[in-house]
């Protein structure tokens, strides 16, 4: 199926202006005519009592039909999903963060807009706006593409300042209003925004304020060598991106299926000793040399939300030490901002970051 395919995963939306080298890759599609068909759950023997793990596991065998290697990107948008938040995803072009979103949204079955974002895309193009009806004399909303349930927001940093506020006053607030009229969001909503980490000509860098509203951010690297032989080998075979039939991919579960799943998440147990050693986490960010910014509360919040959906995934039901610091990466490396002079000598948020956790004490 190609990017213009009528039944891309049940509600694609038109979104203007796409880009010249995709042709069609927003073009308006029609909801699916039937229910999807769920997989087959887990065999009895090696399911699990968690739910979330047994989405879980489900959702990453059929991923890895259409995307080689990169866990941690599928990981994390399961975390999102599953706790409610959004996702930044940066690499270099080619790495498979849209082919990965894309498989996402089919395989969680739900509503899903690319919204290619350029210099000229104005509010109105991703929100809709109001139109008049002369037969009825009344104004009737025609709704933008942000009334998916998931958002590939690409390349989010080439648009300017005011539509990058319209779409994160929706990702904070999950409504949007248009001509005074308040209209809610549908659940799940998810963005996953995609920006490209080395090319800055001619883009918008988000604020701190605008990068805090991401739950969390991923760094998309290249394959590794045995990987991108695999990628090169299911080519030949006839796997193609741009048409995710090929991978022939099954949906594990609908929005309707996500509530239970959060309630569970939600009940997940997070010892005092634990609480505490995501507070030292960001106490001691704050107090760092290299930083002029440091975590703020909500990060903490953050941080000990997405441990939760991530224990629950790992079919546990209390978070670990070692759960923190495995998210502790992807929370924290955007709501930090480093000292010019320490950017000078090298440093990086994921260095400072990886201090911070040597230098703060791990609960027995």
Do not use: K
């Given at each position: 199926m190609s990017e213009s395919d009528p039944q891309e995963n049940g509600a694609e939306t038109s979104v203007p202006r796409p880009p010249e080298s995709a042709p069609g890759e927003a073009g308006a599609v029609p909801p699916l005519a039937a229910p999807p068909v769920i997989a087959d759950p887990l065999p009895a023997s090696s399911a699990s009592a968690n739910p979330v793990a047994q989405m879980a596991e489900r959702l990453f065998a059929e991923m890895r039909k259409a995307v080689v290697g990169q866990e941690e990107m599928v990981e994390m948008l399961a975390v999102a999903l599953l706790a409610n938040g959004h996702v930044l995803l940066e690499g270099v072009p080619g790495t498979a963060k849209t082919l990965t979103v894309r498989a996402f949204a089919r395989i969680c079955a739900i509503s899903f807009a690319r919204i290619q974002f350029t210099p000229d895309l104005m509010p109105s193009d991703i929100l809709g706006t109001s139109i008049y009806d002369p037969r009825e004399g009344v104004f009737t909303l025609k709704r933008g593409p942000l009334f998916a349930g998931l958002i590939l927001a690409d390349e989010i940093n080439r648009t300017p300042p005011k539509t990058q506020s319209a779409l994160l006053e929706a990702m904070e607030e999950r409504r949007v209003t248009i001509d005074g009229v308040t209209h809610p969001l549908p659940d799940p909503f998810v963005v996953c925004a995609t920006q490209n980490p080395v090319e800055y000509e001619g883009t918008y860098p988000l604020p701190e304020a605008q990068l805090d509203r991401f739950m969390l951010k991923v760094v998309?690297?290249?394959?590794?060598?045995?990987?991108?032989?695999?990628?090169?080998?299911?080519?030949?075979?006839?796997?193609?991106?741009?048409?995710?039939?090929?991978?022939?991919?099954?949906?594990?579960?609908?929005?309707?299926?996500?509530?239970p799943l959060r309630r569970f998440v939600e009940s997940v147990e997070v010892s005092v000793a634990v609480r505490k050693y995501i507070t030292d986490i960001v106490r001691a960010g704050r107090s760092n040399r290299h930083l002029v910014l440091g975590p703020s509360p909500r990060a903490a919040i953050t941080l000990m939300l997405a441990a939760k959906a991530f224990a629950a995934i790992h079919d546990r039901n209390f978070v670990t030490p070692d759960d923190v610091k495995t998210l502790a990466g992807p929370v924290l490396r955007h709501r930090i901002l480093l000292r010019p002079e320490s950017e000078i000598e090298g440093y990086t948020a994921d260095r400072v970051l990886n201090a911070v956790l040597e230098q703060v004490p791990v609960p027995r």
């Open positions: 998309v690297d290249y394959p590794g060598e045995e990987e991108e032989m695999a990628i090169l080998a299911r080519y030949q075979s006839g796997f193609r991106a741009a048409n995710l039939d090929t991978a022939h991919l099954s949906p594990v579960l609908t929005a309707e299926d996500l509530p």
